[in-house]
């Protein structure tokens, strides 16, 4: 009997080195990156190109670049399976971004919500690879052609951008690029601030208590939640204008697989003081055992070098491949 083989689709994201990644990137994004790694060929990278739009310390870049790369294998990543890589080791990258960026509007960059931010909040920084940040962003997208890209919410728009900046180059020049969808999961696509539940969660924030650190200790995390700004009527539900509880019901629901109603249910007649240790207690138990692998991966940088060095040669050849097809196409002589 003939055997069917179904092509796997192609799945691609990317983390940025700035920090200890959050509760946030955890259940927004890697949680659903580990998941999919089974069914989608897969590409993963640190985006260290992306940091340098605002100030960084060169030594510290370095090590952060790494822990980064270490982390996305302490959540279960296998290079084996998937291509692992660090976005600066491919060349195309910033390649393909010059490339792109001639198809791309001043209007449209203006209009980026993350960019009005940022600019907002580093007014002595405003750099051009700021605005054109979200080009970079397409070009780490469209060379791998992928099918999906599994993303928070506030990654939405940039890849809205992407599709819209592939479907013009595609239109003048002829079918380069794939058209890719977002992939943002039901809960945790918008893991908000602890201390300001109307602000999403974010390793940047200056306020420590607001976000829990993938690689906080379990009795940080404990006084974290505990802290957790929540309102007054102390009863575990969903509703407009608890945004507090909303955002720790979406946590719990991720980390326990428990649908709202079921968590409104078990805390029925209990106050909010049980349902935050109980949130705590999970989110503890579901870092664990990635703290515990990354504690390892961390004593042999040898191991973790040779991961990247493969990974970047994988990358390596499916980038170039669509850049040689870009440049082609836009007249580049590339033979
Ligand atoms: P970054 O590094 O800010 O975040 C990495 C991933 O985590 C998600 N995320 C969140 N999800 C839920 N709740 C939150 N509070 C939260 N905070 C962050 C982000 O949506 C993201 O999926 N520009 C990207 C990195 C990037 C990229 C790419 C992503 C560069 N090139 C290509 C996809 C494809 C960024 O800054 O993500």
């Not at 051009?128 to 099918?147: E, K, S, W």
Request: charged share 25%; hydrophobic share 40%; proline share 4%.
């Amino acid at each position: 009997m003939e055997q069917i083989t179904e092509k796997k689709k192609v799945i691609l994201s990317c983390i940025q080195p700035t920090g200890t990644p959050t509760l946030g990137n955890y259940l927004g994004a890697l949680k659903n990156w580990k998941a999919l790694e089974e069914d989608f060929f897969s590409y993963f990278a640190v985006a260290d190109l992306h940091a340098i739009t605002v100030k960084q310390e060169p030594k510290e870049l370095k090590e952060r670049i790494l822990r980064t790369y270490a982390l996305l294998m302490a959540i279960g990543l296998d290079p084996e399976k998937s291509t692992l890589f660090i976005q600066s080791h491919v060349p195309a990258h910033s390649q393909l971004a010059w490339l792109l960026s001639c198809s791309t509007q001043f209007g449209e960059l203006s209009r980026m919500t993350q960019f009005k931010d940022k600019s907002k909040a580093h007014p002595e920084n405003i750099n051009a690879g700021l605005f054109t940040y979200p080009v970079l962003m397409a070009a780490d997208i469209l060379l791998y052609q992928p099918d999906f890209v599994p993303v928070g919410e506030d990654q939405r728009q940039h890849l809205e951008l992407a599709r819209d900046i592939a479907g013009r180059f595609n239109g003048n020049y002829g079918n380069v690029f794939k058209i890719p969808e977002a992939y943002i999961g039901k809960h945790g696509a918008r893991v908000m601030s602890l201390a300001n539940p109307e602000k999403k969660m974010s390793k940047s924030d200056a306020n420590t208590n607001s976000f829990i650190s993938i690689l906080d200790e379990p009795n940080i995390i404990m006084k974290k939640f505990k802290r957790a700004v929540t309102d007054s009527e102390a009863k575990v539900r969903y509703a407009e204008g608890k945004d507090g509880i909303n955002n720790l019901m979406g946590i719990y629901s991720c980390t326990t697989g428990k649908s709202f109603e079921q968590i409104e249910d078990e805390f029925a007649g209990k106050g909010y003081g049980d349902f935050k240790v109980a949130v705590a207690e999970s989110v503890i138990a579901e870092l664990e055992p990635v703290q515990q692998k990354f504690k390892d991966l961390m004593q042999d940088r040898a191991y973790l070098k040779e991961c990247y060095r493969t990974g970047a040669e994988k990358a390596q050849r499916m980038s170039a491949r669509t850049l040689a097809k870009a440049q082609k196409k836009m007249g580049f002589i590339v033979d």
